[in-house]
């Protein structure tokens, strides 16, 4: 079964997110982000900007292309 992107990438970032032990208020304050804004991109009803990306791999303390790669494996077709 096929997800979207954006589901993918919101997948990605909560498995690492819990991975690191961190609440989604925890992750927000590290990233700059608003709480709603980890909560919308978790869903996989916002597809996040090249910037929140880079600062969600930041707060994840992981590079940018690995919450990519980990995304694409789970979408790989880049369906939007």
């Known amino acids: 079964m096929r997800i979207t992107l954006a589901a993918a990438f919101g ?7 819990r991975k690191i032990k961190f609440s ?3 992750l927000a304050e590290a ?5 709603n ?3 919308l991109i978790e869903r996989g009803q916002r597809l996040p900007s ?11 303390e992981v590079p940018p292309q690995t919450l990519i790669a980990e995304t694409l494996e ?3 077709v880049w369906e939007k």
Request: charged fraction near 15%; charge should be positive.
């Open 37 to 39: 804004a980890i909560g």
């Open 11 to 17: 997948k990605t970032v909560a498995s690492r997110r």
């Open 50 to 60: 090249l910037y929140t990306i880079v600062a969600l791999a930041r707060a994840l």
């Open 24 to 26: 989604q208020m925890k």
């Open 31 to 35: 990233a700059g982000l608003h709480l």
């Open 74 to 76: 789970l979408n790989p």
